[in-house]
């Protein structure tokens, strides 16, 4: 269906987005099990989970009884069995990174802290399902499926320790406080283990009774550090310690543990070998937490995402309700029907917030789709480093970086029109695992700390925003959709599992690896052709400012300031993570193209989508259009602030700000801006017999070298053409769709 045709009709959006359109968006449209897991989630969170809230269980911080009862609600409802495999008693067979991101978004659709309490049981199996053994595999996960009626045992609940008290880990992950030492190491037997470790703001802590914790060897019979299996029974202390006086996510349980307890070395996480007398775990906690953390971040950007978009239903019904019941304000009448939505800012501010929204959805579900494709790759690569005997990680590393020149020849054959590519060379190159998972790993690197810094961070300033619509109600717990508490949940998810810094920390590295970096290329190529097919999505002015960011990231790692200082570098936090969050703007407006088009592409294949199809699509188009516009407008500031910014400004003297007036002056005199000179009537008056006619760059612009990036900025504000048209659009869209009568869950 063509978009352009959609609009020639005046379709106009009828409905919120619903099931069947979300399964095309975000491509589960083919999977059944992950259709009904969605249903499942989200009978639990809009049944006990929103029940909780409504009844103000989240003002306390305890972990109580009726919070408690969450946990079965989840084992019912097959929330918790999910991240098994069928062998191990889960029911969902092959990598589970999607199916875990739709639990995620229901249940935060509804409370960050519920979803949280779930996830945090699968983060805790993380460590185990990433880098255990076989046995530790099977036992561990097993034991986490709820028992069956007729078994007569108890379900194992984890927690993840890796955050330890003040100087210890924190953003920091290699300070840690915690130590492993040998206890008891009888010939011919397994060593036992002392192990101590306290833990800070650890999630689930009331309840579980297994941890996973990241510990540092104190022995020198023990190599490095480890992730380490520690059991509720075990000989010694299973402190759960004192709960975190929390402001945030109170469905869910944290405390700061004290554990000391004596464990077999078999409860290392990978197991261990045996060197000169020396245990040596087999994974390194800093192994283990950097497996776990890239799969599970996904799901945490995508919680504040689902926040964003479950406001959008509340704010409407709350603006179009507004003045109902006043004197004089009959049915049918605008001020009855519409009520604050006659006011176009509250249209365009709700406008914004469903684009943060529905980009960062499309990031987190495509960075989810990824890991999907991943999974089984990663699996193809243990065993070609098993056959190679290719062991550790930094061996690995170089066997990889053996395979980049390769993988830039299959970017490269494969960007080249048809006629003029090697074919069998390609197809070589594409079918090469090695070269499917260095490709792969690259982008993954880049999208999953990308969705966990742009979808919480700018999420939580969008949820701001969305509670600022309703006005003082949105700052009650009678807040419909508790938006209130959604906004302060969005911080934490900003914060844990690694806070934002964390995150520009590793795109700064990971985004200017130079496979990444040629697939970007070719995104700007993919985002210029959808532009002459789809011009109202905005991807115009996207590859605008995607050259923009890559013309700046190549200025900036060959470029010094203006004291000789290298300017790209990791402690120049001012320089690579301004860039870092640039990029993340682009990303999410990408992702969020290609879902429209996806939508475009198969809605009409589903008859309860393509009825509503042309106006949905020409809405989405517009809410395209606008992020697309704003992300750009963020990318052009952020890109010549560092640009210019690191140049010496001429002495600050009376002679070199009247240049910058006399520039304005003559601005004037053309008629390019209205008078301040008001004095000046012509150039004689401005300039000095015999000057030269100056170049109107005041001293403070030094274009040498940057003619180039004048005229990629210049053309991208030349590419915002129309998005304020968009926005219109959208926002009226926004004053007719049709929303159900009173929201699915309680207030
Ligand atoms: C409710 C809750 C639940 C949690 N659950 C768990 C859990 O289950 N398991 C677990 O292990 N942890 C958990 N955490 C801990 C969480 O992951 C940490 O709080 C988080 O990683 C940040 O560590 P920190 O608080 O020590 O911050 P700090 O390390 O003190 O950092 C504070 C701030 O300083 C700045 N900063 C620090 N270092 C740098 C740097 N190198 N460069 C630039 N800026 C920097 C950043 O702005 C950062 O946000 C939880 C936390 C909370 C609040």
Request: aromatic share 6%; hydrophobic share 40%.
């Amino acid at each position: 269906m063509d978009i352009s045709a959609a609009k020639d009709k005046f379709a106009t959006l009828q409905t919120l987005p619903g099931d069947d359109v979300r399964q095309i968006m975000w491509r589960f449209g083919d999977r059944f099990d992950l259709q009904m897991l969605v249903q499942s989630a989200r009978s639990v969170a809009r049944g006990p989970v929103a029940r909780l809230v409504a009844e103000g269980a989240r003002n306390t911080h305890e972990w109580t009884e009726q919070k408690a009862l969450l946990l079965g609600a989840f084992d019912e409802a097959g929330i918790t069995t999910a991240y098994m495999d069928p062998d191990q008693g889960g029911y969902i067979a092959g990598p589970k990174n999607l199916a875990l991101a739709l639990i995620a978004f229901e249940l935060s659709w509804v409370d960050g802290g519920a979803a949280t309490c779930s996830l945090a049981g699968n983060l805790a199996l993380a460590p185990i399902h990433e880098r255990g053994t076989p046995e530790q595999r099977d036992t561990y996960m097993r034991r986490a499926v709820p028992p069956s009626p007729e078994e007569a045992r108890k379900i194992g609940r984890g927690a993840f320790g890796l955050t330890e008290p003040i100087p210890y880990v924190g953003v920091e992950t290699g300070l840690l406080g915690g130590k492993v030492r040998i206890f008891q190491w009888e010939n011919g037997k397994e060593p036992i283990l002392q192990v101590d470790k306290r833990g800070r703001f650890i999630t689930n802590m009331g309840f579980a009774n297994f941890v996973t914790a990241a510990v540092d060897s104190a022995d020198e019979r023990i190599k490095g550090s480890c992730m380490i299996i520690l059991e509720e029974s075990d000989p010694g202390v299973f402190d759960r310690g004192v709960p975190t006086r929390k402001l945030v996510h109170q469905l869910s349980s944290t405390r700061d543990p004290v554990l000391s307890l004596r464990v077999p070395a078999s409860r290392i996480v990978g197991g261990y070998t045996i060197k000169d007398g020396i245990i040596v775990p087999r994974y390194s906690h800093g192994e283990i937490i950097e497996a776990v953390f890239r799969r599970t971040r996904v799901t945490v950007g995508l919680m504040t995402s689902a926040k964003l978009l479950s406001s959008i239903e509340p704010v409407i019904r709350y603006h179009r309700s507004r003045f109902r019941g006043g004197e004089n304000i009959a049915p049918g009448s605008p001020r009855y029907e519409l009520g604050l939505q006659m006011k176009e800012d509250v249209l365009h501010r709700l406008v914004d917030v469903w684009a943060a929204g529905e980009a960062g959805a499309a990031l987190g579900f495509e960075a989810a789709r990824l890991f999907d494709e991943l999974d089984p790759l990663e699996k193809k690569m243990d065993q070609i480093f098993a056959e190679q005997k290719v062991e550790g990680s930094r061996a690995q590393m170089k066997l990889l970086s053996g395979v980049q020149k390769d993988a830039l020849e299959c970017l490269a054959l494969s960007g080249q029109k048809p006629e003029s590519q090697k074919e069998e060379r390609l197809k070589q190159l594409q079918s090469n695992t090695l070269v499917q998972y260095t490709l792969l790993d690259s982008l993954v690197n880049v999208l999953c700390p990308a969705c966990k810094l742009w979808n919480t961070g700018h999420g939580a300033n969008m949820m701001r925003e969305a509670v600022s619509l309703m006005g003082g109600y949105g700052i009650t717990e009678d807040c419909p959709g508790f938006l209130g508490h959604k906004w302060m949940d969005a911080q934490l998810e900003a914060t844990y599992e690694g806070p934002e810094a964390v995150q520009r920390r590793q795109l700064s590295v990971t985004m200017t690896n130079e496979l990444f970096l040629a697939q970007y290329q070719n995104w700007i190529q993919e985002m210029r052709q959808i532009a002459s097919s789809h011009p109202g999505t905005g991807a115009c002015t996207l590859a605008s400012a995607m050259r923009l960011w890559r013309w700046t990231l190549d200025h900036l790692r060959e470029s010094t300031d203006a004291d000789g200082t290298k300017l790209y570098s990791s402690s120049r936090q001012g320089v690579t993570f301004p860039l870092a969050d640039a990029l993340c703007w682009l990303l999410a407006a990408r992702s969020f193209i290609l879902d429209v088009l996806e939508l475009e592409n198969k809605g009409p294949e589903n008859p309860v989508v393509a009825e509503a199809l042309p106006g949905l699509l020409a809405f989405m188009t517009d809410l395209c259009h606008v992020h697309s516009a704003r992300a750009s407008g963020e990318v052009g500031r952020i890109c010549a602030e560092l640009v210019h910014g690191y140049n010496r400004h001429p002495a600050w003297t009376q002679e070199s700000c009247n240049a910058c007036y006399q520039d304005e002056e003559l601005d004037t005199i053309e008629g390019l801006i209205p008078g301040i000179a008001s004095a000046a009537r012509t150039y004689s008056d401005v300039i000095e017999p015999n000057q030269a006619h100056p170049t109107k760059a005041g001293p403070c612009v030094r274009f040498e070298g940057l003619d180039a990036f004048v005229r990629l900025r210049m053309k991208l504000d030349g590419c915002l053409t129309g998005a304020r048209m968009a926005k219109d659009r959208a926002a009226s869209s926004l004053s007719r769709v049709m929303i159900p009568e009173a929201l699915d869950y309680p207030a």
